[in-house]
């Protein structure tokens, strides 16, 4: 495959299976920063477009699921469907599970580390901030676009939706998807990259880990929904 270095991350972290492992794995921001090229990426991440380029020309294998590609083509009422199942459950889930473990972590090592402190502070932001983004986007958001995409597959008009346009909802939910993206950056930084202190207990590195795979999870989750969900989503109605 020949990657021109002016084509977006968003195109590659949909057109190429396993790209986003290879974002993850350099630094690059694929869910809100998508619209760089993969120069400018590369830049900012201060890593080589040689090197991102051929990495992302040996991810031919794996799993493709989130990775974008089937997604370009199933219908939107499944990717909705699949987001709320996967992401959606899996992030409510964890953010309630971690608000403990973070609250006990803090209690046991915050004197000696007062960078939890700061981490707790932000990961009550994260949940504050998502748990009604996801409601919004559950009782509101995706359900206009299922009708929409329910009307298109029976050769009917699209719905007028109350709020004006697709377009709206979806700028609000990619500002919001910014504000989370600021934050997990923020958690990264003040843990040195999740890194594990040589004094830390059993609870200590099970935290830091389910940071990292929350971290993991909500790059993909938003990922769908910016670059995959979003564009399909305001063409389509565009179209009809």
Known sequence: MTINATKTVRDLATEIPGATRVFEKVGIDYCCGGGKTIEEACAAAGVSVDEVVRSLDQSTQGDASDAGTRWQTESLSKLTSYIVSKHHVFTREELERLEQLVAKVCSVHGQN?????????????????????????????????????????????????????VQNPVRMMMMEHDAAGEILKQIRQLSAGFAVPEDACISYETLYKALETLELDLHQHIHLENNILFPRAVEMERAG
Do not use: C, N, W, Y
Request: avoid cysteine; charged fraction near 25%.
């Open 113 to 165: 580390h007062p960078e939890l402190l700061l981490i707790k502070g932000q990961f009550q932001d994260l949940k504050r901030d998502l748990i009604p983004h996801m409601q919004k986007e559950e009782m509101i958001l995706f359900p206009f676009i299922e009708q929409m995409d329910a009307a298109v597959s029976d050769g009917k008009p699209s719905p007028v939706p109350v709020f004006g346009t």
